[in-house]
């Protein structure tokens, strides 16, 4: 793998030591909680060119070191090396330069120095659990999006506190149909998460979080503790997977005895009051849809396998009979639809007639999982090449809740061969060589800041975007695809993580309240 490498210069023991400890400074960009010993450790110096911050212009010397934290002692230099020739960064504006210190593998806590400039970074650490403490807060933002949960102390943090919400008169327990108030209408839909910026709770927007965490427990043992410090912690089930029943109990709440699932529960306006607690307006209710069934009964049904797994038998039955059911009347009912926009809610839940197929796919992809039922596996393969993936042979962030399941599905046991492998290597391909903005942007170091997005893939939210690109090249780890490329797809997605973590052109910390 051809990268950006310093020219190393020396790599010392010393003790060197120095009278005044450096200026602090952003334009050497690090991640700022560290690097576990083995990672690839690639430290961005930028000076702005053009944009907003081009007014503090940064001219980095060529000798740099790290020093350990405590002592000021050398024990790595070398030179930078230039991004692209020199050239300016198109998307950032920045003229950037690459400082690779990957051969230091010492645990510490350490800085970034510009010896000419007598300048340094933040304090970073190496140790391979680094990112623990990172994992569980913000895996605790859930947590704090619980609805009509205290959050109270030891759990939430100072200045997070808050009394139950949600939990007063025409509320969550006594929710009305959107357009009918009679109490006949009266329905308990309890619990589950709010949404990122409202209180509304959208049983749609729960299909990529709940299959991301699910997914996430499957196949990465050391997220499976149970010390997370959360209300359920030390009860013998993983935290991830006590956090998802909170979610999952709510989705159980919102299915009707036919099967059906409610669409969504909310308000009539966006429901801005802070915190929680102190929104006092009537929360209604959304028709049970077509979508709405679909996308339960994947969550029930992927929630039920890795419940079972735990021998949680009881819990996963119950899960497996409300999936089943919800894709019956799915199936029985393809067209039932209900758009809440300026109705109830703040943004539109309803989804169009491909991602309704897709959710159904994964419907039937992890019943058959569960169940081993031949009529799921019948209907995912007469139906997966109208999966974008294949007919695109393009894997791209915006499709990754289809992308996961049609992986997951071609990892089964008992799956025709030939219906695996088509999956499997239309995503290898387009990872590997058939998209320049996965694997080859890494090759060829598209981006100053090592976490590529093209700039049409910029749109509103594209941290999350960032996120699942670092997820699809996780998926050729976890799913073995190309292994003799293992160390460029592990070292392409964490640039996605060090981008998080400050190597960004802005040096923030964009995990709340945990920069540097």
């Not at 070191?65 to 002592?71: E, H, L």
């Not at 000419?116 to 933040?122: A, H, V």
């Not at 209300?231 to 006590?242: A, F």
């Not at 915006?398 to 071609?410: S, T, V």
Request: glycine share 8%; net charge neutral; proline share 4%.
């Amino acid at each position: 793998m051809k990268t950006f490498l310093l020219i190393l210069l020396s790599l010392t023991l010393s003790n060197n030591s120095f009278s005044s400890p450096p200026v602090t400074d952003n334009h050497i960009k690090i991640d700022q909680f560290g690097y576990r010993t083995s990672d690839k450790k690639i430290s961005v110096i930028s000076n702005p060119v053009t944009g907003y911050n081009n007014n503090v212009p940064y001219s980095p010397g060529n000798n740099f070191q790290i020093r350990r934290w405590n002592d000021d002692s050398v024990v790595f230099s070398g030179y930078l090396t230039p991004w692209n020739g020199g050239n300016t960064h198109s998307q950032s504006g920045d003229k950037v330069w690459w400082f690779d210190f990957t051969g230091l593998t010492t645990p510490g806590e350490y800085y970034v120095f510009d010896v000419s400039n007598n300048k340094g970074s933040y304090k970073f650490e190496i140790n391979d659990g680094v990112y623990r403490s990172t994992l569980i807060k913000t895996f605790k933002a859930f947590y704090y999006q619980r609805c009509g949960c205290p959050k109270s102390s030891p759990y939430a943090e100072t200045g997070w506190t808050d009394t139950e919400c949600h939990k007063g008169s025409l509320q969550d327990a006594d929710c009305r149909l959107y357009n009918n108030n009679n109490p006949v209408t009266s329905k308990n839909l309890s619990g589950g998460w709010h949404d990122a910026g409202d209180y509304n709770k959208y049983v749609n927007f729960a299909f990529e979080p709940v299959m991301d965490l699910l997914l996430a427990y499957k196949e990465n043992p050391t997220v499976r503790a149970d010390d997370f410090n959360i209300p359920e912690s030390g009860n013998g089930i993983p935290d991830i997977l006590d956090e998802v029943k909170y979610e999952l109990d709510w989705l159980l709440k919102m299915q009707n005895s036919n099967g059906s699932v409610l669409s969504i529960v909310g308000v009539t306006n966006f429901g801005s009051a802070s915190p929680p607690s102190a929104d006092n307006n009537q929360r209604l209710y959304g028709p049970a849809t077509t979508s709405a069934s679909f996308t339960a009964s994947a969550l029930f049904a992927l929630g039920a396998i890795q419940f079972n797994s735990i021998g949680q038998t009881s819990y996963a039955a119950i899960l497996q009979t409300a999936a089943v059911n919800a894709y019956n009347w799915a199936v029985a009912n393809p067209n039932v639809t209900f758009y809440n926009s300026g109705t109830i809610g703040a943004g539109e839940q309803e989804v169009g007639s491909y991602e309704k197929f897709v959710r159904q796919m994964a419907s039937a992809c992890f019943l058959y999982s569960l169940t081993g039922n031949s009529a799921y596996k019948t209907y995912f393969e007469n139906n997966y090449s109208q999966i974008h993936l294949m007919q695109w042979t393009f894997a791209y962030p915006f499709e990754a809740g289809a992308q996961n399941m049609m992986l997951f599905y071609a990892s089964l046991p008992g799956v025709t061969s030939s219906v695996s492998t088509a999956i499997k290597n239309a995503y290898k391909n387009s990872m590997k060589t058939n998209n320049a903005d996965n694997l080859p942007a890494l090759i060829n170091k598209t981006d100053a800041y090592r976490a590529y997005l093209s700039n049409n893939n910029y749109t509103w939210g594209s941290n999350t975007t960032k996120g699942r690109q670092g997820i699809m090249f996780l998926n050729m780890l976890t799913y073995k695809l190309d292994t003799l490329s293992n160390s460029l797809y592990r070292e392409a997605a964490l640039g996605y993580l060090n981008y998080f973590n400050g190597i960004n052109p802005t040096a923030f910390c964009y995990i709340t309240n945990m920069s540097a």
